[in-house]
């Protein structure tokens, strides 16, 4: 662990990292998002969750510096009194966790159903590369839109749960495609390179040789393809939530706050809009960076 | 006159963990129509010569110090502008894969046209002409069909033939040649060395042969420069170098070279591995592999110096001009 | 040659009969369109009747089988909302939509190829580094958000453009275009930008990474080796090299632009068949669903199949080995 | 002079009989007409029939106008009059709860017609006022004598043209696009606006509806949503027309159940209890909402059905006070000192902030230990569900489309059968008593006597809390400085009330 | 002298790739299945403690040969003994993993043949973890120090990662792992072709120094002649998927038969015989996919005459060579 971390420290990636100051305020930027949202209960002033807390007569108030803010309000509340500091900082964690989630997921499924297309080619290739063409023709959001009303009306439980656990599955549903295809691709360069052969030679099973030796050398890829992913998530259940089928009103991830804060964008409460907004965007910007600046870190050839 | 002629030419890597000095000091010089063929073990510093003559160093390398002169101009400080004008019309290249060197999406034909045109004052339809003469003279059948084909209809060695003609496309006066042949099938390489030979003796081309094999060196080339470590070890006519070297590198590379002619158990072999460009040895780059080393080779590096017909990086010849006696092999 | 189009165009009837069978599979499930086709007073009695008038009482497979049985002979049915023609209204929606997405894949190339271009040729130089910086916000914005801002600015402040709509549109045959009037390309600008951004940044990386990689290849040093002038060597040798791998990604991106429409299309009004499509997924409408769907699909296969045939037409390899088969 | 109309929604279709739906008779109404009409207060007033009067219990006649001709210009006779009704109570008709109490249709003469119901029926004139006349010879011209048939897959004429009596002429229809009319130049009556022309534009989402109106490209839009209300204000474009509506928003609980579908609750209904629909009802801060998710645009009400529908009584309009103590107690008196979990149905597109108020009831009650677990959905979805039955604890709008309080007694507090009888009280509240109420008022006759009746239901209702009342929506039209506009509460547009300046 | 039988034993191996397009292109546009016989029916022997050599241009099959003897590739026909043992059927069953430990291959390229994510530890220790040999922590250790000695380099290796070595370690590397499971039979495709001079003596001597001290068997090839003379006992010479000529190492630098053979020889640059003018080969090396009638060599041989092009020769014996050639059978060559 220890060695390794070294190693990456001083191998070029880690180099690359340490002279980048865009990647490192990128990942600082995000490390914030990602701390503030984790430990949303600890670090939020208030718990915009929790719907006894919140009083009707807060409700629209304007940032603490604006006059008529609050002080205990720093960014301002919504029409309901959420606190809207708090609520960015719950909301992003649910953005987080579904973004994240949605793309370990989708991940997990590609670089599987790639790897055994690529690995044992012939039919399995042929039908899952067929699958991929059809799950292609859906553009995603059609999918995601399709599966999200699918699934509420199919577990009409309604708890809160459930809807993210819908958020998730129908955005993988579509992302697993690209990995499925980019490590398909790399494994079928891989699978060819003599070291996989030597390993076949020696006699290692093709499910052994797949995970120890095809697996930690297409991860490359999928990497930085995975990074920016997490920011398509998190605007695609933003955009789910525009439709109207994102996470449930009480409990708003960032995509269900600017939703909301859309109402809001030719009325004075320009707190509601605006604040989302720059998260979202911040958060979305800085992984970008990030899976860019892996992008050109990981390919030797822009070394 | 000489050709062209390198002067102390270092090229080197601005790297993170300080600069890598790639190139330390090569100077060497090639005569109108002279075959200069040179080896070296991989990573000795071969084709970075090329480049650095050609002007193709790829960032962040950069000739650091040293001059390159061709035809008594000096083209190492040129603007990149006019450099472009002396790459392709004085000095031709030819790289090691035609499988890579050419664009697959444009034909042959375009290919040597636009070539031509850009250096020569010839009409597209002029150009033509002059390419599918190109073509007939590097050995392609039916070249007025062929012209008009692209990349991937060819064979490698086609192909090669193809880069060769483009190479000589605006009659340069210098051909680098970098490992033309290393690509190509056995039975193929023969071909093309000989085709580069004849036509550059044709033409009065000088060329800039860079390979590993000695074996092409010997049939190929006048004179024969060996590179070790980013330095020219030795330099001379291609005989003496081959029968009588006189750098103990030179020795051992010979020696390793299995022989047709003789039966041995075990290749005479140089041990240890040539040492990276920033773990580079004080004094001569060789010492610790050489099995002549002595005090001097630890502290001091060794310039070229006479070492009778030819020329070696080496404290043995510190004034003498015999070869070495004892590592003939 | 023939063959390739053949097997495609089974592969499209294959693509759409399966998304017609999950798109049903699905509406099972997206509410019931009689709720809203009777009024609040109907009874239940005439709630059932509709219900079995409609066949909504059958299992799927069977209004699959029904569905599949019309489609074949080019009917899909009365909008269950509208009671027009699915045909007629998707045919009127088409040319909105197509025409956006036209607009907005030729602005996305049109800017998105030089900039990505400039950014590979000038790697790391400041304005590269802007370009890059500038056109990660396109995909950090979610589409709707940038549709309203560009609203709130450019027609509620400035008022330089419309909000919504069309505009005056011209009947070409059954196409109405909106591009032939001055008032239709002001309506088309908004909305076009829109869907155009997210592209736009998608191609503009997409040029720079495969320029930087063509940069690096040997046969562009042979080039440079041949003392080609950069003009030639960047835009004749390296862009065209480059724009191979990028005409077909962006080719599958049409898709994608069809696809985010549907936000476009209703941030701005804007009357085509994404609009059509969450309307009639508002309310159930099960035949406008099943029909944009399927059509959706062809018009991915027909995309797909186009671009690998340009991808012959440029690509001599291809072509070639196809021809000297014989 | 023209005027363009930003709508939230557009008429589905121009036959008149096709949907029984707000938008779509407000848009038709202005082509075609009723026999009796209402004016901009909402009163009868005489369209087609000149005079109407009940000539036995169960028959009524009506004069019919004379000199009155279709767009197409042939006369309008009874002949239309009793073709229509054939039409708006036969197959693919959504009109059918109109006709439903008429068993024939007379023709007296040319200009005269009887009505027979089949029970005596005092408020027959009021349920016409949305039954529009179509011509007969047009229809069978057309092939549009009956409304579209979605099941062959048959088009119909009258979806896309029209041939009414109305001061307005179709001229275009692009069905979601845009819909325009033009002045009906031979109009018998009197056209109070000024307008000539009129563009119809649907535009669904709310911004783009508000930024249509600020950038000048719609001179009226409706609804407004609230929040852009200062805005449009302070535009100086515009203003916004804001009145009472007759829509009553309420909450209903699911009072028939053993046990709820949506709780922590196990074995029983706590909503069977009166004691806790008390608490919900004093745990909702109506003022708060009216104040800050409403912004002011509401009207609490206590009541079932709000001013301007017949029945309404204002010294009943008391509602319970918003007491969280209260609350909390009565909870603990039923049993619930810490609360419960209740899953709690939304609609979040189809009244005015509807989720939102949701939210606030939700929040409300959290204060006194009940957990919500709101889910909010597109109407889409949410009829259908909540019509299922399948809710514990639901949101819900209601207009009486007679204007009639009957209405909304027989639709939403009548006990549950299949033949329609408390067809939309969705939680099943069921008492007997007050069923016998609705009706007795339902073939009553004497006017004094069948107002005493309904206030006694209101009053047994709000006795029972068979539901949440919340309160009246707003209507929020939002209209540019140049324009003057009639509102009427029942959300209808006339157009020939619009003048241009 | 009868040989004793042989640890190696070909016999007629055939491998046949189908390269046809996808069925309904190859209807669509009446396109037969296109076959290319990559090996065509090659057999030979190899006694214990011998190393045969196989030589040809690139594509003429000896990769696949290769291929098929360590069970990469299932041969279409023919097979393959060793040890007296039919090792392919043996492959598939579960108890012939043991015949994996003793046949083992080192590949051409040392820089692709192992895995850039682990250490030299790991990549040594895989074979004897596999076959279970050594399951000991400590003694795994003690075991991967000795092969990495006995290859030449250092304990202290271990815990490198390949891309810290040079081409010739990394082969060396290679030999390590392949030598873990202490195999008697090695087939080394190409060793030193990616190698320079220097480096490829470095490691042909360890390659003979095994040889000698563990008595391995080889099966070496190379296109580079002066390597395969250096190693070899006996030589076979491929031409599209053929053996041309079989013989012993001497018989065949001395006296080589087959046309093709002698062009082959022609073509090494001779060191020492600076500035000799050779006669250039001609002609192009033949598309396998679609080889010459009759002997496969005719189109670029001075030599044939119409019964070259329409018959296809057999190996015969010639002296102490095996050579299928018509020319040298009717005395002509
Ligand atoms: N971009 C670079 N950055 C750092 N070092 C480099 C770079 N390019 C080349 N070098 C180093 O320069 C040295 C000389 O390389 P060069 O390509 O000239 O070798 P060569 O003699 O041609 O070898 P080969 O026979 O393998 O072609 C090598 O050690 C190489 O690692
Ligand atoms: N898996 C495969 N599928 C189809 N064709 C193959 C396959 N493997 C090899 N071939 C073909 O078989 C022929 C022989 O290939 P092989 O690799 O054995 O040649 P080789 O003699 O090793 O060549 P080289 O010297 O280039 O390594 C070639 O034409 C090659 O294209
Ligand atoms: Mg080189
Ligand atoms: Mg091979």
Redesign the interface.
């Given at each position: 662990m220890i060695a390794s971390f070294k190693r990456w420290a001083d191998s070029d990636v880690g180099h690359s990292f340490l002279s980048s100051p865009a990647a490192m305020l990128a990942a600082f930027v995000a490390l914030v998002c990602v701390f503030c949202s984790a430990f949303a209960p600890w670090v939020a002033p208030h718990n915009p969750f929790d719907l006894a807390t919140l009083e009707l007569g807060n409700a629209l108030l304007p940032p603490a510096w604006s006059p008529g803010g609050n002080a205990s309000f720093l960014l301002g509340t919504d029409d309901q009194g959420r606190d809207i500091l708090s609520a960015l900082m719950y909301g992003a964690r649910i953005s987080l966790a579904v973004g994240l989630a949605s793309v370990l997921l989708s991940v997990a499924v590609g670089v599987a159903l790639g790897l055994l297309a690529g690995f044992l080619g012939g039919w399995v290739d042929g039908f899952l590369m067929r699958l991929c063409d059809v799950m292609l023709s859906f553009p995603a959001i059609l999918v995601a839109l399709l599966i999200a009303g699918v699934g509420r009306a199919m577990f009409p439980g309604a708890h809160d749960a459930l809807a993210f656990g819908v958020l998730i599955l129908s955005i993988s549903l579509t992302g697993w495609v690209q990995y499925a295809r980019t490590v398909r691709g790399s494994t079928l360069v891989e699978r060819n390179k003599e070291y996989v052969q030597a390993a076949r030679v020696i006699g290692v099973s093709p499910m052994r040789i797949m995970r120890r030796h095809v697996l930690p050398n297409v991860l490359g890829p999928v990497l930085v393809l995975a990074t920016i992913q997490v920011a398509t998530a998190i605007i695609t259940e933003a955009t789910l939530s525009f439709l109207g089928v994102g996470a449930p009103p009480t409990a708003p991830s960032l995509g269900t706050l600017i939703r909301v804060g859309n109402d809001y964008l030719f009325s004075g409460e320009w707190w509601i809009t605006v604040f989302p907004g720059a998260v979202l965007v911040v958060i979305a910007f800085s992984v970008n960076l990030l899976g860019d600046w892996l992008r050109d870190a990981l390919n030797p050839r822009l070394r | 006159m000489s050709l062209l002629q390198v002067k102390d030419l270092v090229v080197e890597f601005p790297h993170?963990r300080g600069t890598l000095r790639a190139l330390d000091g090569i100077s060497f010089d090639i005569a109108p129509g002279e075959i200069l063929g040179v080896v070296g073990?991989?990573g000795a510093g071969k084709s970075l010569t090329g480049a650095a003559i050609?002007g193709?160093l790829e960032p962040p390398g950069r000739i650091a110090s040293g001059e390159v002169w061709l035809h008594g101009a000096r083209i190492d400080n040129l603007t990149?502008e006019a450099m472009?004008?002396?790459?392709?019309?004085k000095i031709?290249?030819v790289?090691q894969?035609p499988l890579?060197?050419?664009?697959?999406?444009?034909?042959v034909g375009q290919q040597l046209v636009?070539?031509i045109i850009?250096?020569l004052p010839l009409s597209p339809a002029q150009a033509r002409e002059r390419a599918i003469q190109l073509l007939g003279d590097t050995g392609i059948p039916a070249p007025e069909q062929r012209i008009d084909h692209?990349p991937?209809?060819f064979?490698g060695?086609?192909r090669q033939r193809v880069?060769i003609a483009?190479?000589l496309?605006?009659e340069p006066q210098l051909i680098v040649a970098d490992e033309p042949t290393t690509a190509l099938?056995?039975?193929?390489?023969?071909?093309i060395?000989?085709l580069l030979k004849s036509i550059c003796k044709q033409r009065g081309a000088a060329v800039m042969l860079i390979t590993?094999?000695?074996?092409?060196i010997?049939?190929t080339c006048d004179r024969v420069a060996v590179m070790y470590a980013g330095r020219v070890a030795e330099i001379g006519p291609?005989?003496e170098v081959?029968?009588h070297p006189a750098h103990p590198y030179t020795a051992?590379?010979?020696?390793?070279?299995?022989?047709?002619?003789e039966d041995?158990?075990?290749?005479?072999?140089?041990?240890g591995?040539?040492p990276r460009l920033n773990a580079i040895p004080s004094g001569c780059a060789f010492n610790p592999r050489c099995d002549r080393v002595f005090d001097r080779c630890l502290h001091d590096r060794p310039e070229l110096q006479g070492a009778g017909p030819t020329r070696a990086a080496c404290w043995l010849h510190a004034g003498a001009s015999a070869s070495v006696p004892g590592v003939t092999p | 040659m023939l063959a390739f189009v053949f097997s495609r165009l089974a592969q499209a009837v294959l693509v759409m009969v399966s998304v017609a069978f999950i798109a049903f599979m699905l509406f099972q499930h997206v509410g019931d369109p009689v709720v809203f086709l009777l009024g609040q007073d109907a009874t239940p009695d005439q709630i059932r009747q509709m219900r079995s008038d409609l066949g909504l009482d059958r299992s799927f497979v069977f209004q699959f089988w029904h569905f599949l049985v019309n489609a074949v002979q080019g009917e899909f049915g009365l909008s269950l909302r509208q009671g027009a023609k699915v045909s007629r209204l998707i045919a009127e929606r088409l040319p909105a939509t197509l025409e956006l997405a036209m607009v907005a894949a030729v602005l996305a190339m049109v800017v998105g190829v030089p900039m990505g271009v400039y950014a590979a040729l000038k790697k790391g130089s400041a304005i590269s580094q802007l370009f890059m910086a500038v056109s990660l916000l396109g995909v950090s914005l979610p589409t709707f958000l940038i549709g309203i801002l560009l609203i709130l600015v450019f027609s509620v402040n400035l008022g330089w453009f419309p909000s919504f709509g069309r505009g005056d549109l011209v009947q070409v045959g059954w196409w109405t275009s909106g591009l032939l009037t001055p008032n239709g390309w002001l309506h088309v600008t908004l909305p076009a930008i829109t869907l155009a951004i997210f592209q736009l940044t998608l191609i503009m990386r997409l040029v720079r990474a495969e320029m930087l990689e063509v940069l690096r290849t040997d046969y562009i040093k042979f080039a440079r080796a041949r003392g080609l002038s950069n003009r030639a060597v960047h835009f004749r040798h390296a862009l065209k090299n480059t724009l191979v791998p990028v005409m077909t990604i962006t080719g599958l991106q049409l898709g994608g632009l069809i696809a985010f429409a549907i936000i476009t299309e209703t941030v701005f009004q804007w009357p085509g068949m994404g609009l059509l499509f969450i309307q009639a997924v508002t309310f159930a409408d099960i035949p406008v669903m099943a029909a944009y769907l399927c059509l959706i699909a062809l018009i991915f296969v027909l995309i797909n199949l186009v671009v690998d045939l340009l991808y012959f037409a440029v690509d001599p390899r291809l072509r070639m080995d196809k021809a000297g088969g014989h | 002079q023209t005027v363009r109309i930003g709508n939230q929604g557009d008429a589905l279709s121009m036959d008149p009989h096709s949907l029984n739906e707000t938008t779509q008779l407000s848009v038709t109404g202005n082509v075609y007409e009723p026999l009796v009409a209402r004016d901009g207060k909402l009163n009868l007033t005489p369209a087609l029939a000149t005079s109407w009067k009940q000539v036995s219990p169960t028959v009524w006649r009506f004069e019919l106008r004379k000199g009155v001709k279709f767009h197409d210009g042939t006369p309008f006779t009874a002949d239309d009059v009793i073709f229509s009704f054939a039409r708006g109570s036969g197959d693919g008709s959504d009109m059918k709860s109109y006709t439903n109490d008429i068993k024939e249709v007379r023709k007296v003469n040319d200009f005269a017609v009887d009505f027979e119901t089949k029970a005596p029926f005092p408020i027959l004139p009021d349920v016409f006022s949305f039954f529009y006349i179509m011509s007969k010879d047009w229809s069978e011209k057309n092939g549009a004598t009956k409304p579209v048939d979605r099941r062959k897959g048959i088009e119909n004429t009258a979806s896309f043209k029209a041939n009414g009596t109305g001061p307005y002429r179709l001229r275009e229809r692009q069905p979601n696009v845009k819909t325009s009319f033009v002045r009906n130049g031979s109009y018998w009556g009197k056209i109070e606006g000024n307008v000539i022309n009129v563009e119809f534009t649907p535009i669904g989402n709310d911004a783009t509806r508000v930024a249509a109106l600020l950038s000048g490209q719609v001179d009226v839009i409706e609804p407004v949503p609230l929040q852009d209300v200062p805005r449009i204000t302070a535009s100086g474009k515009a203003r916004v027309l804001q009145g009472p509506e007759l829509r009553t928003i309420f909450l209903g609980m699911d009072q028939k159940r053993d046990e709820l579908l949506y709780s922590s609750v196990k074995g029983k209904n706590p909503f069977k209890d009166k004691r806790v629909r008390q608490a919900f009802y004093q745990a909702i801060d109506i003022d708060g909402i009216q104040k800050t998710v409403m912004r002011g645009a509401s009207r609490p009400t206590a009541l079932m059905v709000g001013p301007g529908i017949n029945g309404f009584d204002a010294t009943m309009d008391k509602r319970l006070p918003y007491d969280t103590a209260a609350a909390k107690a009565l909870l603990t008196e039923a049993g619930y000192p810490n609360g419960f979990e209740v899953g709690m149905n939304c609609p979040n597109d189809r009244y005015v902030n509807d989720s939102n108020i949701c939210q606030a009831v939700a929040a409300g009650l959290a204060r006194i230990g009940v957990k919500v677990n709101l889910q909010a959905e597109t109407k889409g979805t949410y009829f259908p569900k909540v019509l299922k039955r399948d809710t514990s604890f639901y949101m819900l709008g209601w207009t009486p489309s007679t204007y009639d309080s009957h209405n909304a007694l027989n639709a939403l507090m009548r006990c549950v059968d299949d033949k329609g009888a408390g067809q939309f009280n969705l939680g099943a509240y069921c008492n007997p008593k007050l069923d016998e109420l609705i009706l007795q008022i339902q073939s009553e006759t004497d006017k004094a006597k069948r107002d005493g009746l309904i206030k006694d239901a209101f009053a047994m209702h709000a006795a029972d809390i068979g539901h949440l009342p919340l309160h009246q929506q707003a209507l929020a039209w939002g209209v540019a400085n140049n324009v003057e506009l009639v509102q009427m509460a029942d959300n209808v547009m006339p157009f020939r009330y619009i003048s241009v300046k | 002298m009868p040989d004793p039988a042989p640890l190696v034993r070909a016999t007629d191996l055939a491998k046949t790739f189908d390269v046809s397009g996808p069925w309904l292109n190859r209807m669509l546009e009446r396109q037969p299945r296109q076959l290319l016989r990559a090996v065509d029916g090659v057999s030979f022997d190899i006694q214990r403690g011998q190393t045969l050599a196989l030589v040809g241009e690139s594509g003429c099959g000896k990769s696949t040969v290769a291929k098929l003897l360590v069970g990469l590739h299932e041969p279409t026909r023919g097979g393959f003994e060793f040890d007296g043992e039919d090792a392919h059927a043996a492959f598939k069953t579960p108890a012939g993993r043991h015949l994996r430990r003793r046949v083992q291959m080192i590949f051409q390229d040392p820089f692709a043949s192992l895995n850039p994510r682990w250490t030299v530890e790991d990549i040594v220790a895989e074979p004897l973890h596999e076959h279970g040999i050594e399951t000991d922590p400590e003694a795994l250790r003690v075991r991967v120090d000795a092969l990495l000695i006995s290859v030449g380099m250092s304990a202290q290796d271990r815990k490198k990662y390949p891309h810290q070595f040079s081409g010739g370690q990394r082969q060396r590397i290679s030999i390590a792992r392949a030598l873990a499971t202490e195999p008697e039979f090695l087939v080394c495709d190409e060793p030193t072709s990616a190698l320079d001079v220097s480096v490829q003596a470095q490691v042909l001597n360890i390659m003979k120094t095994l040889q000698r001290e563990r008595g391995l068997t080889y099966l070496f090839i190379s296109h580079n002649l002066a390597v395969v003379r250096h190693v070899s006992d006996h030589v076979g010479v491929m031409y599209l998927g053929r053996l041309v000529e079989l013989a012993p190492k001497h018989d065949l630098f001395d006296s080589p038969r087959h046309p093709y053979t002698r062009m082959l020889l022609d073509a090494i640059p001779k060191l020492h015989d600076t500035g000799r003018a050779r006669t250039p080969v001609s002609g192009e090396v033949p598309n396998p996919l679609n080889p010459p009638q009759g002997c496969a060599f005719n189109p670029r041989c001075e030599h044939a005459n119409e019964r070259c092009r329409n018959e296809r020769p057999v190996l015969q014996m010639f002296g102490g060579a095996r050579v299928a050639c018509h020319g040298v059978e009717e005395g002509r060559i």
């Open positions: - | 993170r073990e991989s050609i193709l990149p472009r004008r002396v790459r392709g019309r031709g290249a790289f894969d890579t060197s050419l664009n697959p999406l444009f034909s636009e070539t850009t250096h692209f991937h209809q064979s060695g086609m880069v483009l190479a496309a605006a099938d056995v039975s193929i390489q023969a071909q060395i000989n590993h094999d000695m074996g092409v010997a049939e291609v005989h081959i029968n051992g590379l010979m020696a390793c070279i299995p022989d047709m002619s041995r158990d075990l290749l005479h072999q140089i041990d591995a040539m | - | - | -």
